[in-house]
């Protein structure tokens, strides 16, 4: 099934495409101000980060709700979302702590600081996470993001569902407060860059 936004086609995405998703977000994502913090050391950073990003690829197509969009000319992965649909319980990641733990390898101990203030901020009410925002960096700024945003928000809408996310810096923040988002919380981690929970009621709604 495809949704053509904004003159990019947006996609369901097969769990074929594993490798591809996790080259792109690890492509976009090794070198944010959270991964610097993790991996201090920039060849450790981008070794590992393929590793730890791809557990989160897997659950995602297995649990969560994946979209795309692709170059028109290529045919290459320029962008990708990455949602979980927490209206209903769904089982963690299968062999989490020793897949993250191989995959983060001497960063483990930042790894468990990261995921218990995510985990204590959360939301308990219904939503969808969107756990990844992901466009190649050459891509940027064309809009890609907000396509596929625009993509799963026109959904929720509809069902009247809540959205939720963590910013990880300034310029997404400001991103996604354009798209409707507002910030409940300020998350700092010890030592590190700040991230904003940040929570969407659906729009629309008469």
């Known amino acids: 099934m495809t949704y053509a936004i904004q003159e990019l086609v947006i996609r369901h ?49 297995q ?9 028109a000319d ?31 390898d001497t960063a483990f101990h930042r790894v468990q600081q990261l995921d218990a203030a ?22 940027q700024n064309e809009g890609i993001g907000s396509a596929l945003l625009g993509r799963h928000h026109a959904r929720l809408d509809r069902a009247g569902i809540a959205a939720y996310l963590e910013a990880n810096d300034p310029r997404n923040r400001d991103l996604y407060l354009r798209h409707g988002y507002r910030v409940r919380s300020v998350i700092e ?5 700040p991230l904003w929970a940040m929570w969407r009621a659906p729009m629309g709604l008469s």
């Open 118 to 139: 995510l985990e204590a901020e959360h939301p308990l009410e219904p939503h969808h996470y969107l756990a990844f925002l992901a466009v190649r960096p050459g891509r």
């Open 63 to 71: 649990y969560g709700e994946v979209y795309s969009t692709a170059d």
């Open 189 to 193: 981690l010890p030592d590190g860059p």
């Open 74 to 104: 290529d045919g290459r992965m320029c962008g990708v979302a990455l949602w979980f649909p927490l209206t209903a319980m769904i089982p963690p990641p299968m062999d989490y702590e020793r897949r993250v733990k191989e995959a983060s």
């Open 13 to 61: 995405v097969s769990p074929f495409d594993t490798e591809e998703i996790t080259d792109l977000v690890a492509e976009a994502m090794w070198d944010g101000p959270v991964a610097r913090w993790l991996h201090p050391d920039a060849s450790e950073r981008r070794r590992l980060s393929p590793g730890y990003f791809e557990i989160f690829v897997e659950y995602a197509l």
